[in-house]
């Protein structure tokens, strides 16, 4: 069975991750976008030519994958935070 390639797709999720470029290397932070479909931005910002090994790290991730479910809810408790930071 083939992989789909979700690469064509836009980007729906970002987060913190740690990754190697050869094995037993360094581990570095990254940034990894679309859990990897889309690729990982290095420290200086440069997509690495040679990845071995990554895994995400805490620290951010935003997942807008299904953003459309949560927009309401969102204006809401935007609309709430605004009232306490306001008044």
Request: proline share 7%.
């Amino acid at each position: 069975m083939r992989k789909k390639d979700r690469s064509q797709e836009p980007i729906y999720r970002i987060e913190t991750c740690k990754f190697q470029r050869e094995p037993d290397g360094e581990w570095e932070p990254g940034i990894l976008i679309n859990e990897g479909d889309k690729g990982i931005f290095d420290a200086q910002n440069q997509v690495p030519e040679q990845i071995w090994d990554y895994k995400t790290f805490p620290g951010f991730c935003l997942d807008i994958s299904d953003f459309e479910y949560w927009v309401p809810y969102l204006l809401g408790w935007l609309e709430h935070i605004e009232g306490l930071v306001t008044d």
